[in-house]
């Protein structure tokens, strides 16, 4: 697994994109999503085409959200077996408890 790139994306938070293995697709798919602040994955081809996109409600509780993709993951592991390596796109979110401390101070 390798992160090639990380940045900026239109102030909602950042894109990253790693390269997984076929095998170790749905794990880390799975892992993304229970990490929570993830807003969006896309599954591409190592050519760049999109394969699946993803999209994540940040409300919603992760059993609940992996019960409800579970049909998108058995697809990703039919994928896994074709492919030997997939790009994974990965949208996330930033929460505001990591804003500046110094803004904090000027709510007050």
Known sequence: MRNDKTGPRSGRGTTEEITVMGGALVEKVKELIQEGNVRRLII???SGEA?????????????????FLAP???A?????????????????????????????????
């Open 72 to 74: 998108v993951l058995a």
């Open 44 to 46: 591409r081809r190592p």
């Open 51 to 67: 394969l699946v996109e993803i999209p994540l409600t940040a409300g919603v509780g992760v059993a609940a959200l992996l019960t």
């Open 76 to 108: 990703l592991a039919a994928m896994a077996a074709l492919i030997a390596q997939f790009r994974v796109e990965i949208q996330r979110d930033h929460p505001e408890r990591f804003r500046n401390p110094r803004d904090i101070d000027q709510d007050d």
